[in-house]
C-alpha cells in the first residue's frame, strides 16, 4: 500500500523551508519497496504569511492540517508547537529536519517498516 | 513477569548517572527523552534527604532531547552537537555521554560519537544505560566499568598503603557522603591512605589514582564485586571484600581487625584506637540507660525491607549490639540471582542461636507491604524506606528509616557509620520507640 509524504522545500531537492513559510508542499508517493516519485505541488496559504502568526494561524492552521489530511508524513526545515498539534489531529507526523529528500525517505520508509503496527508519532 | 509492582525503592538505569555526578568534575551528557534526567532525582534526591549533586541537575545537564525526528532520522548527530556545546561552555573534566532507552532500541551508535572527540579539551567516553535492562545499580556498574576501562591509565607506580573504597553507591545509599568522610577518618586513624572518589574534596584527581592503589576495598555484600574483579584484572590490584558498612562496635571493631591482618598494619596503634573508641561508644549508650530501662515493653523484633547492603548493617548491628531479632527481612533492590546466596550468608551470620527468620528477594514493596498487614507481631519496629512509614503505621509498628527514598527531610552530614554511628543509631532507635504512640509506654 503507498503512502505519501509532504515537503516544504525551495528546489525540490533538500528540505529548506519553514512550515510557516511553506507557500506550497511538494507531495510524494512512496510504494512498498520505499521508490517515490512526486505526483503534485500543492498551494496552501502560508500559516506565517506577511508576518502575521498566531492569531490569524489559529484557523488557518487547520486548513492546511485538512488540505493535507492524505498524507502520513510532512517534512520541513523548521515548525512550531500550533503546526504538530494541529497535524496530530489528523493523524500526520510533523518532522523537523534539513536534509535532502533523498536520504530522508529512505529513513522514513525503513522507520515506517519497523513500527508500521504499533506507532502513532 | 507478567506482574505490576508497586512502591519502587529503585530508578532506572539511567539513575546511574548520579554516580557520576557524585565525581566531583565529570559531566554526564544524555541522550534520553527530555524527561529521563527527572524521574531517578526524586527516588535518588528529593525524597531521598533532600540531597542533589548539584542545585537543579535536571535543568544543568545536557540532554539531546529524544524526540520524533532523532527516532525516525538517528540522533548520533544531535548528540554530537550537544557533546561539542557542552565542552565549549561547561568547566567540567571528563565527559560521559549516556544513552537511555529509546537511543538504545533505535540504535543509534553513541561509543562511535564519543569516540570521534578522542583529543578533545574534555575526555569524552560513553556508557549504556537502557531502562529495559535494569535499575540504578546496573547503571552505577556501567558507568564504573566505562571509567574503568575507556578513562583510566596505568600510573606505572604501586603505593601498598592507598585503598581505593568501593561499594558505597551514591545517592542510593543515603548516608554516603557523611559515611564516606567518617570512613576516611577511620582508614587515615589506623594507617592507611584512603583514596576515595565520590563526594566533597575529592574527584577525577582521585579517579586517576584508581590503578596506584595497594588494594581494593568492597565494602557491601554484592556490588562492586564485578568492578573490584575488572580492576584485578586490568591492573592487577587485589581486593578485599568486607560484606557490610559497619554499624557499632562488635562491627566496627571486626572490621579494623580485618583490615590490620589483611593489610599488615600497626597492630598496637589499630588496637589502642579500638579500645579508645569501643569505651567512649559504652560511655554514651550507659548515659541512656535509665531512659531505656524506663520504655516498658521495648520491642524485641524488628522487620526490614530495604536494599542489601542496608539490610546486612542494620541486622548486625540491631542483634549483635541492641539485641533485637529480625522476622521477616525483605530485600527490594533486585539482587542478581548468582548473589543471592551470599546475601542470605552475610544476613545469617550473626551472634543469634535460633535464626528462623525469612529473607525474601522481591523488587514488590507492594507485596512487603501486603505480608506485613495480613501477618505481623503486634509492637515491633520496621527498619525500610519512607514508603514503609505508613505501613508501619497502619500495623501499629514503630518505624525507622535507613534506606531510599529516605523521606522529605533534609539529610545533611547524617550518617550511621562506625562506633559513632552506632550511637546514632541506638539513640534514634529509642527515640522513636519512646515517642511513637503505637508502641510506647513510658512511665
Given at each position: 500500500m503507498s503512502y505519501y509524504i509532504a515537503v516544504a522545500t525551495s528546489d525540490g531537492e533538500i528540505i529548506d523551508t519553514h512550515f510557516g513559510h511553506a507557500s506550497s508542499f511538494l507531495i510524494l508517493e512512496v510504494d512498498d519497496f520505499g521508490n517515490y516519485e512526486e505526483i503534485e505541488d500543492r498551494q496552501v496559504r502560508p500559516a506565517c504569511g506577511g508576518g502575521e502568526c498566531h492569531a490569524c494561524a489559529g484557523s488557518l492552521m487547520n486548513e492546511i492540517a485538512e488540505s493535507l489530511k492524505d498524507v502520513d508524513f510532512v517534512l520541513c526545515a523548521r515548525s512550531g508547537p500550533h503546526a504538530e498539534e494541529a497535524l496530530r489531529r489528523y493523524g500526520i507526523a510533523l518532522l523537523d529536519v534539513m536534509m535532502p529528500i533523498s536520504r530522508a525517505v529512505p529513513k522514513i520508509h525503513k522507520f515506517r517498516q519497523r513500527y508500521r503496527r504499533n506507532v502513532v508519532i | 513477569m507478567a506482574e505490576c509492582i508497586e512502591q519502587s525503592r529503585v530508578a532506572c538505569a539511567l539513575g546511574g548517572i548520579y554516580t557520576a555526578l557524585a565525581i566531583d568534575g565529570v559531566l554526564p551528557v544524555t541522550h534520553t527523552g527530555p524527561g529521563c534526567l527527572a524521574q531517578a532525582s526524586d527516588i535518588l534526591g528529593r525524597v531521598n534527604?533532600?540531597?542533589?549533586?548539584?542545585?537543579?541537575e535536571e535543568s544543568v545537564v545536557p540532554c539531546t532531547d529524544f524526540c520524533n525526528t532523532d527516532v525516525v532520522f538517528g540522533g548520533g548527530e544531535h548528540l554530537r552537537t550537544v557533546i561539542e556545546k557542552s565542552i565549549e561552555y561547561y568547566d567540567a573534566k571528563l565527559i560521559i555521554a549516556v544513552d537511555g532507552c529509546t537511543a538504545e532500541i533505535v540504535g543509534d551508535d553513541i561509543e562511535e560519537v564519543a569516540e570521534s572527540f578522542e583529543g578533545s579539551r574534555i575526555p569524552v567516553i560513553s556508557a549504556k544505560l537502557p531502562g529495559f535492562v535494569g535499575n540504578n545499580l546496573f547503571g552505577h556498574s556501567q558507568i564504573l566499568k566505562s571509567i574503568v576501562n575507556q578513562y583510566l591509565e596505568p600510573t606505572g607506580e604501586v603505593n601498598p598503603l592507598q585503598v581505593n573504597v568501593f561499594g558505597i553507591v551514591p545517592f542510593y545509599d543515603t548516608f554516603w557522603q557523611g559515611t564516606l568522610e567518617r570512613l576516611e577518618e577511620l582508614l587515615k586513624a589506623i594507617g592507611l591512605e584512603p583514596n576515595i572518589i565520590y563526594g566533597h574534596g575529592h574527584g577525577i584527581e582521585n579517579v586517576k589514582k584508581i590503578p596506584s592503589a595497594g588494594f581494593n576495598l568492597v565494602l557491601s555484600p554484592w556490588i562492586d564485586l564485578d568492578i573490584a574483579k575488572l580492576l584485578e584484572q586490568k591492573f592487577k590490584t587485589p581486593f578485599l571484600q568486607f560484606d557490610n558498612v559497619p554499624i557499632g562496635p562488635t562491627e566496627t571493631t571486626k572490621f579494623i581487625r580485618t583490615l590490620v591482618e589483611y593489610a599488615g598494619l600497626d597492630q598496637v596503634k589499630a588496637e589502642s584506637y579500638i579500645k579508645k573508641s569501643e569505651d567512649r561508644y559504652y560511655y554514651y549508650i550507659s548515659r541512656h540507660q535509665a531512659f531505656v530501662y524506663a520504655c516498658k515493653y521495648i520491642p524485641k523484633d524488628f522487620y526490614f525491607i530495604g536494599s542489601a547492603a542496608a539490610a546486612v548493617s542494620v541486622t548486625r548491628f540491631m542483634v549483635n549490639d541492641v539485641g533485637s531479632v529480625p522476622l521477616r527481612i525483605y530485600i527490594t533492590d533486585n539482587v542478581p540471582k548468582e548473589r543471592q546466596e551470599d546475601v542470605r550468608k552475610s544476613l545469617y551470620d550473626v551472634e543469634l542461636e535460633d535464626k528462623d527468620y525469612e529473607v525474601i528477594f522481591t523488587e514488590d514493596g507492594g507485596l512487603a507491604a501486603d505480608d506485613l498487614k495480613k501477618e505481623h507481631e503486634d509492637r515491633s519496629v520496621v527498619f525500610g524506606s519512607n514508603w514503609d512509614l505508613l505501613t508501619a503505621r497502619s500495623i501499629g509498628s514503630a518505624f525507622v528509616p535507613v534506606c531510599a527514598p529516605y523521606g522529605q527531610t533534609l539529610i545533611g552530614s547524617k550518617n550511621y557509620f562506625g562506633y559513632e554511628g552506632g550511637v546514632a543509631l541506638f539513640s534514634d532507635y529509642y527515640a522513636e520507640i519512646a515517642t511513637n504512640p503505637q508502641v510506647a509506654f513510658i512511665g
Amino acid at each position: 500500500m503507498s503512502y505519501y509524504i509532504a515537503v516544504a522545500t525551495s528546489d525540490g531537492e533538500i528540505i529548506d523551508t519553514h512550515f510557516g513559510h511553506a507557500s506550497s508542499f511538494l507531495i510524494l508517493e512512496v510504494d512498498d519497496f520505499g521508490n517515490y516519485e512526486e505526483i503534485e505541488d500543492r498551494q496552501v496559504r502560508p500559516a506565517c504569511g506577511g508576518g502575521e502568526c498566531h492569531a490569524c494561524a489559529g484557523s488557518l492552521m487547520n486548513e492546511i492540517a485538512e488540505s493535507l489530511k492524505d498524507v502520513d508524513f510532512v517534512l520541513c526545515a523548521r515548525s512550531g508547537p500550533h503546526a504538530e498539534e494541529a497535524l496530530r489531529r489528523y493523524g500526520i507526523a510533523l518532522l523537523d529536519v534539513m536534509m535532502p529528500i533523498s536520504r530522508a525517505v529512505p529513513k522514513i520508509h525503513k522507520f515506517r517498516q519497523r513500527y508500521r503496527r504499533n506507532v502513532v508519532i | 513477569m507478567a506482574e505490576c509492582i508497586e512502591q519502587s525503592r529503585v530508578a532506572c538505569a539511567l539513575g546511574g548517572i548520579y554516580t557520576a555526578l557524585a565525581i566531583d568534575g565529570v559531566l554526564p551528557v544524555t541522550h534520553t527523552g527530555p524527561g529521563c534526567l527527572a524521574q531517578a532525582s526524586d527516588i535518588l534526591g528529593r525524597v531521598n534527604g533532600g540531597q542533589a549533586p548539584v542545585p537543579f541537575e535536571e535543568s544543568v545537564v545536557p540532554c539531546t532531547d529524544f524526540c520524533n525526528t532523532d527516532v525516525v532520522f538517528g540522533g548520533g548527530e544531535h548528540l554530537r552537537t550537544v557533546i561539542e556545546k557542552s565542552i565549549e561552555y561547561y568547566d567540567a573534566k571528563l565527559i560521559i555521554a549516556v544513552d537511555g532507552c529509546t537511543a538504545e532500541i533505535v540504535g543509534d551508535d553513541i561509543e562511535e560519537v564519543a569516540e570521534s572527540f578522542e583529543g578533545s579539551r574534555i575526555p569524552v567516553i560513553s556508557a549504556k544505560l537502557p531502562g529495559f535492562v535494569g535499575n540504578n545499580l546496573f547503571g552505577h556498574s556501567q558507568i564504573l566499568k566505562s571509567i574503568v576501562n575507556q578513562y583510566l591509565e596505568p600510573t606505572g607506580e604501586v603505593n601498598p598503603l592507598q585503598v581505593n573504597v568501593f561499594g558505597i553507591v551514591p545517592f542510593y545509599d543515603t548516608f554516603w557522603q557523611g559515611t564516606l568522610e567518617r570512613l576516611e577518618e577511620l582508614l587515615k586513624a589506623i594507617g592507611l591512605e584512603p583514596n576515595i572518589i565520590y563526594g566533597h574534596g575529592h574527584g577525577i584527581e582521585n579517579v586517576k589514582k584508581i590503578p596506584s592503589a595497594g588494594f581494593n576495598l568492597v565494602l557491601s555484600p554484592w556490588i562492586d564485586l564485578d568492578i573490584a574483579k575488572l580492576l584485578e584484572q586490568k591492573f592487577k590490584t587485589p581486593f578485599l571484600q568486607f560484606d557490610n558498612v559497619p554499624i557499632g562496635p562488635t562491627e566496627t571493631t571486626k572490621f579494623i581487625r580485618t583490615l590490620v591482618e589483611y593489610a599488615g598494619l600497626d597492630q598496637v596503634k589499630a588496637e589502642s584506637y579500638i579500645k579508645k573508641s569501643e569505651d567512649r561508644y559504652y560511655y554514651y549508650i550507659s548515659r541512656h540507660q535509665a531512659f531505656v530501662y524506663a520504655c516498658k515493653y521495648i520491642p524485641k523484633d524488628f522487620y526490614f525491607i530495604g536494599s542489601a547492603a542496608a539490610a546486612v548493617s542494620v541486622t548486625r548491628f540491631m542483634v549483635n549490639d541492641v539485641g533485637s531479632v529480625p522476622l521477616r527481612i525483605y530485600i527490594t533492590d533486585n539482587v542478581p540471582k548468582e548473589r543471592q546466596e551470599d546475601v542470605r550468608k552475610s544476613l545469617y551470620d550473626v551472634e543469634l542461636e535460633d535464626k528462623d527468620y525469612e529473607v525474601i528477594f522481591t523488587e514488590d514493596g507492594g507485596l512487603a507491604a501486603d505480608d506485613l498487614k495480613k501477618e505481623h507481631e503486634d509492637r515491633s519496629v520496621v527498619f525500610g524506606s519512607n514508603w514503609d512509614l505508613l505501613t508501619a503505621r497502619s500495623i501499629g509498628s514503630a518505624f525507622v528509616p535507613v534506606c531510599a527514598p529516605y523521606g522529605q527531610t533534609l539529610i545533611g552530614s547524617k550518617n550511621y557509620f562506625g562506633y559513632e554511628g552506632g550511637v546514632a543509631l541506638f539513640s534514634d532507635y529509642y527515640a522513636e520507640i519512646a515517642t511513637n504512640p503505637q508502641v510506647a509506654f513510658i512511665g
